[in-house]
């Protein structure tokens, strides 16, 4: 495999090729000129989505893999209850405003009837060859008044003539049919794994690719907006939006919509650059289950509406849109305890947002524009009205007068983006009692900026204190919330029977000690080493007895951490009295640094084993330290 992750487009090409920033002017006379970079129409439309579902469900959902190998038969893919209307009933339930549905993952399965290859859903059990899910899911989300867009994997581990000219003809057609055949589209995602093993039509090799050569970014962007002029494209240097730089949904603090004209780098991703010439704006992608497709296993690993709220703080509280991942199970449906979390989650939000706090106050400012652009703009819930000062005041003061008995804590910001980001440093005070006391200070306004405070508070006034601003300020909103906890939702009951329970189980031999958390079921707990240099990292298991085995999982620390990494790849040996072993394969574990899911890896056929050698040969991406919260083994 290449060191391409999932999402890692060290793209080059000329940014100038995709859509100029065309930034709306702002209709009053005498308007601030535009600061910096500025987004384009359907950036702007793009940035007030705010949230939506990604939909993972393809022919993975039948294997229980995050990525297949592209030598799949077409007759694994039959569900047996197929559910559109319930998938995005539950995203609506959510607070989602639109479906991104993967077309065609890395396995190269299409889940539209396309003549361009026999590898597609016309040859498989579903509706005997006469289905069309991206139809059927479009359809379903236009009826639910929720927007649609796609998914579509350049890599593709199938095709015979990928790494090759004859590939990119094959996929910039796959990219018309879908533009062409499906409605408007407001989003098409482009993933950033290209290259490595594959089926390739029976070659079973590895090929790599210089991505940005192979596939000239920019002209297939351009394909793109020929077909579909309102649709932001994911990930390319020239695309419309960013990835965030990972897969936990969380934003950097600040993150800021611009970035350098250069390929691009993961930790300018999280964060954004400060005054970069390119307004490319980040989408923070996350699943709601550990993996991107539906593993029986995570049923029991769902988030909790809790988190997802954080998420929300982390993501869309932070000025990026937050895409929330809900995979489908084997039927074809959103499982009920993911439903359930989705609608305490959304009827939490729902009940947040619904009555903004600050309506009624008296709004005042040190200094102001004139008349169009009075303080009291921030008030009137038009995004498109703004208060604004004379150019040379960059630092000024907006205060609000607000009615008794107004208990909040939630406070939101936002600048009117045609205009630029322009507030560099703010900080927001109120008088509680009499007294002025700081909340907050925070860098980057944006579409917008959450803050949470620890606990309501009743404050007499509220005012916005702009510390540090190139250009004169654009705040179009100033808004106040009493947040409303979700309800709880108790978590479901998990019946794998093919997993084998760890009781009884002992490590044997680590070459670190602390291997025995490997056991515990517990993911934040973990086994962690210096990364392996000349010797692999390894721990060897005794299962207590011989038993017959399908394979083994392994999870990795969820936690964010730079220090350390999940494991790059395995080798796995068994034996019966630990004395004379047998090879059982050896592989690489797919996306694991970025979607950090649990990784399961079936032998070549079941086998009988006592004790289970798995040694690691190095991280995934470079850190100091290899760490792995669990390993597990199946039967089935």
Same mark, same amino acid.
């Given at each position: 495999?290449?060191?391409?992750?999932?999402?890692?487009?060290?793209?080059?090409?000329?940014?100038?090729?995709?859509?100029?920033?065309?930034?709306?002017?702002?209709?009053?006379?005498?308007?601030?000129?535009?600061?910096?970079?500025?987004?384009?129409?359907?950036?702007?439309?793009?940035?007030?989505?705010?949230?939506?579902?990604?939909?993972?469900?393809?022919?993975?959902?039948?294997?229980?893999?995050?990525?297949?190998?592209?030598?799949?038969?077409?007759?694994?893919?039959?569900?047996?209850?197929?559910?559109?209307?319930?998938?995005?009933?539950?995203?609506?339930?959510?607070?989602?405003?639109?479906?991104?549905?993967?077309?065609?993952?890395?396995?190269?399965?299409?889940?539209?009837?396309?003549?361009?290859?026999?590898?597609?859903?016309?040859?498989?059990?579903?509706?005997?060859?006469?289905?069309?899910?991206?139809?059927?899911?479009?359809?379903?989300?236009?009826?639910?008044?929720?927007?649609?867009?796609?998914?579509?994997?350049?890599?593709?581990?199938?095709?015979?003539?990928?790494?090759?000219?004859?590939?990119?003809?094959?996929?910039?057609?796959?990219?018309?049919?879908?533009?062409?055949?499906?409605?408007?589209?407001?989003?098409?995602?482009?993933?950033?794994?290209?290259?490595?093993?594959?089926?390739?039509?029976?070659?079973?090799?590895?090929?790599?690719?210089?991505?940005?050569?192979?596939?000239?970014?920019?002209?297939?962007?351009?394909?793109?907006?020929?077909?579909?002029?309102?649709?932001?494209?994911?990930?390319?240097?020239?695309?419309?939006?960013?990835?965030?730089?990972?897969?936990?949904?969380?934003?950097?603090?600040?993150?800021?919509?611009?970035?350098?004209?250069?390929?691009?780098?993961?930790?300018?991703?999280?964060?954004?650059?400060?005054?970069?010439?390119?307004?490319?704006?980040?989408?923070?992608?996350?699943?709601?289950?550990?993996?991107?497709?539906?593993?029986?296993?995570?049923?029991?690993?769902?988030?909790?509406?809790?988190?997802?709220?954080?998420?929300?703080?982390?993501?869309?509280?932070?000025?990026?849109?937050?895409?929330?991942?809900?995979?489908?199970?084997?039927?074809?449906?959103?499982?009920?305890?993911?439903?359930?979390?989705?609608?305490?989650?959304?009827?939490?939000?729902? @009940?947040?947002? $619904?009555?903004?706090?600050?309506?009624? #106050?008296? &709004?005042? =400012?040190?200094?102001? %524009? /004139?008349?169009?652009?009075?303080?009291?703009?921030?008030?009137?819930?038009?995004?498109?009205?703004?208060?604004?000062?004379?150019?040379?005041?960059?630092?000024?003061?907006?205060?609000?007068?607000?009615?008794?008995?107004?208990?909040?804590?939630?406070?939101?910001?936002?600048?009117?983006?045609?205009?630029?980001?322009?507030?560099?440093?703010?900080?927001?005070?109120?008088?509680?009692?009499?007294?002025?006391?700081?909340?907050?200070?925070?860098?980057?306004?944006?579409?917008?900026?959450?803050?949470?405070?620890?606990?309501?508070?009743?404050?007499?006034?509220?005012?916005?204190?702009?510390?540090?601003?190139?250009?004169?300020?654009?705040?179009?909103?100033?808004?106040?919330?009493?947040?409303? @906890?979700?309800? $709880?939702?108790?978590?479901?009951?998990? #019946?794998? &029977?093919? =997993?084998?329970?760890? %009781? /009884?189980?002992?490590?044997?031999?680590?070459?670190?000690?602390?291997?025995?958390?490997?056991?515990?079921?517990?993911?934040?707990?973990?086994?962690?080493?210096?990364?392996?240099?000349?010797?692999?990292?390894?721990?060897?298991?005794?299962?207590?007895?011989?038993?017959?085995?399908?394979?083994?999982?392994?999870?990795?620390?969820?936690?964010?951490?730079?220090?350390?990494?999940?494991?790059?790849?395995?080798?796995?040996?068994?034996?019966?009295?630990?004395?004379?072993?047998?090879?059982?394969?050896?592989?690489?574990?797919?996306?694991?640094?970025?979607?950090?899911?649990?990784?399961?890896?079936?032998?070549?056929?079941?086998?009988?084993?006592?004790?289970?050698?798995?040694?690691?040969?190095?991280?995934?991406?470079?850190?100091?330290?290899?760490?792995? #919260?669990?390993?597990? =083994?199946?039967?089935?």
């Amino acid at each position: 495999m290449t060191d391409l992750s999932r999402r890692t487009i060290l793209a080059t090409g000329l940014a100038a090729t995709a859509m100029p920033a065309l930034a709306a002017p702002a209709s009053t006379a005498g308007a601030p000129k535009p600061y910096g970079a500025t987004p384009s129409p359907r950036q702007l439309a793009w940035h007030r989505r705010e949230r939506y579902a990604f939909v993972h469900f393809s022919i993975n959902t039948f294997t229980n893999r995050e990525w297949g190998y592209g030598d799949e038969s077409p007759a694994l893919f039959n569900p047996t209850d197929f559910a559109p209307d319930q998938i995005v009933a539950a995203a609506k339930a959510g607070g989602m405003r639109g479906i991104i549905l993967t077309a065609k993952h890395h396995d190269g399965f299409c889940l539209w009837p396309t003549q361009l290859t026999e590898h597609c859903i016309r040859n498989s059990p579903y509706k005997n060859g006469k289905g069309d899910i991206v139809r059927e899911m479009e359809q379903a989300t236009r009826r639910a008044g929720l927007s649609f867009g796609l998914y579509l994997s350049p890599w593709d581990r199938n095709h015979p003539e990928y790494g090759r000219p004859a590939y990119i003809d094959y996929y910039r057609k796959q990219v018309v049919e879908l533009c062409t055949r499906y409605g408007e589209l407001f989003e098409f995602w482009f993933d950033g794994a290209n290259g490595g093993d594959g089926y390739y039509g029976g070659a079973r090799e590895t090929r790599k690719i210089d991505a940005p050569k192979y596939y000239n970014w920019p002209s297939i962007i351009a394909l793109v907006h020929q077909h579909q002029p309102m649709a932001c494209t994911f990930d390319p240097l020239g695309a419309d939006i960013r990835w965030v730089g990972n897969e936990d949904g969380v934003a950097g603090d600040p993150c800021w919509p611009t970035m350098p004209d250069h390929p691009y780098v993961q930790s300018e991703g999280n964060s954004g650059v400060r005054g970069g010439v390119l307004w490319w704006p980040a989408e923070t992608d996350v699943s709601i289950r550990p993996g991107w497709f539906y593993h029986p296993d995570e049923d029991g690993a769902v988030k909790t509406p809790e988190r997802l709220i954080r998420l929300h703080d982390e993501s869309i509280g932070r000025g990026t849109n937050l895409n929330l991942n809900l995979p489908p199970d084997r039927r074809g449906r959103i499982p009920d305890h993911d439903v359930a979390v989705l609608k305490s989650f959304g009827a939490a939000l729902e @009940a947040s947002f $619904a009555r903004d706090l600050a309506q009624g #106050a008296v &709004a005042s =400012a040190s200094a102001t %524009r /004139g008349a169009a652009f009075a303080p009291a703009k921030v008030l009137d819930g038009d995004r498109d009205s703004y208060w604004s000062t004379p150019d040379g005041i960059t630092t000024p003061t907006l205060t609000l007068d607000l009615p008794p008995g107004r208990r909040f804590d939630l406070i939101r910001l936002r600048e009117f983006l045609p205009l630029g980001v322009r507030v560099t440093r703010f900080a927001v005070e109120a008088e509680v009692g009499g007294r002025w006391q700081r909340l907050a200070e925070k860098s980057c306004i944006g579409a917008q900026r959450i803050i949470r405070l620890p606990r309501p508070i009743d404050a007499r006034r509220l005012r916005l204190v702009i510390l540090d601003a190139p250009a004169c300020p654009a705040i179009s909103e100033v808004a106040l919330f009493h947040s409303v @906890a979700p309800v $709880a939702v108790a978590a479901p009951r998990v #019946a794998d &029977a093919t =997993a084998l329970s760890p %009781r /009884g189980w002992k490590v044997v031999t680590a070459s670190a000690p602390g291997a025995e958390a490997l056991l515990d079921g517990n993911g934040d707990t973990i086994w962690s080493q210096p990364a392996p240099a000349a010797t692999p990292a390894s721990v060897t298991l005794d299962l207590g007895r011989a038993q017959t085995v399908a394979g083994f999982s392994l999870t990795p620390w969820r936690h964010p951490d730079t220090a350390s990494a999940p494991p790059r790849g395995y080798h796995a040996e068994t034996s019966l009295d630990g004395t004379h072993w047998t090879d059982a394969g050896e592989g690489e574990f797919q996306n694991i640094a970025y979607a950090l899911a649990t990784q399961r890896i079936p032998f070549a056929a079941p086998r009988e084993l006592r004790f289970l050698r798995l040694s690691f040969p190095a991280t995934a991406v470079p850190a100091a330290k290899l760490a792995i #919260a669990d390993v597990g =083994a199946f039967s089935g």
